[in-house]
């Protein structure tokens, strides 16, 4: 986040043929047809020194599974306001970390 590398126990890396969109993020070509079209234009005006830009009040969200995650590389940012509480269950984990609490966000 910010430059700074996250400590991400959960994030697994399966083996998965090269996807160049994927591995090297963000891509400057288009190169994978689950790309949204929309989003790959808003994505390449906000590449600043090989690095995505999140706009404020808005999340850029990974799947846990990253080479198998279609999430925020395919169809772009979450809003602010779409996100209403922090997740209750974890479903078919590779990994189980503590559980997290439910609590709204403000």
């Known amino acids: 986040m910010n430059g700074q590398v996250q400590d991400e126990p ?3 890396f399966e083996p998965a043929p090269l996807n160049p969109f994927r591995d ?3 891509a400057e070509l288009y190169t994978d047809p689950s790309v949204d079209p929309t989003w790959w234009k808003q994505m390449q ?3 600043r020194d090989h ?3 999140v706009p404020a ?3 850029f969200v990974l799947g ?3 080479n198998h995650s279609e999430d925020s590389r395919f169809w772009g940012f979450v809003p602010r306001q779409a996100i209403v509480a922090r997740p209750l269950v974890i479903y078919f ?3 189980r970390p503590p559980p997290p609490m439910c609590n ?3």
């Open 93 to 95: 984990s590779v990994a």
């Open 45 to 47: 005006s906000l590449i």
């Open 10 to 12: 959960y994030a697994t």
């Open 51 to 53: 690095a995505l830009v």
């Open 57 to 59: 009040g808005e999340y």
């Open 24 to 26: 090297d993020f963000p």
């Open 64 to 66: 846990d599974n990253r």
């Open 104 to 106: 709204r966000l403000g």
